[in-house]
């Protein structure tokens, strides 16, 4: 519903904190990026200020990109940046104000 207001979160920068994955020294990291590009199976891209390029999927349905409007959402890091690849890391991802 919030596509319809002409939000988008591409080019908003969004805050990533790390709750759990299969490395403990990630656990309780920030990941801090630019939303660039965003497709259609809500997989997104974020830049980081160093440059890196890191991909970003949901982990509930309903819950994409768009959410983040109006709140945080459950979001991992893919090990690339296809759907499909299996995740990283798993946090809740927000808005940075």
Same mark, same amino acid.
């Given at each position: 519903?919030?596509?319809?207001?002409?939000?988008?979160?591409?080019?908003?920068?969004?805050?990533? #904190?790390?709750?759990?994955?299969?490395?403990?020294?990630?656990?309780?990291?920030?990941?801090?990026?630019?939303?660039?590009?965003?497709?259609?199976?809500?997989?997104?891209?974020?830049?980081?200020?160093?440059?890196?390029?890191?991909?970003?999927?949901?982990?509930? #349905?309903?819950?994409?990109?768009?959410?983040?409007?109006?709140?945080?959402?459950?979001?991992?890091?893919?090990?690339?940046?296809?759907?499909?690849?299996?995740?990283?890391?798993?946090?809740?991802?927000?808005?940075?104000?």
């Amino acid at each position: 519903m919030i596509k319809g207001f002409g939000w988008t979160p591409v080019e908003k920068s969004v805050d990533l #904190v790390i709750q759990e994955g299969l490395d403990p020294s990630l656990i309780g990291r920030r990941l801090i990026g630019t939303v660039t590009p965003l497709n259609t199976s809500e997989l997104a891209t974020a830049t980081t200020a160093s440059g890196d390029a890191i991909a970003v999927g949901t982990s509930h #349905v309903g819950y994409g990109f768009y959410y983040l409007r109006v709140g945080k959402i459950a979001a991992h890091l893919l090990d690339n940046s296809r759907a499909g690849d299996s995740p990283v890391v798993q946090g809740i991802l927000g808005l940075r104000r």
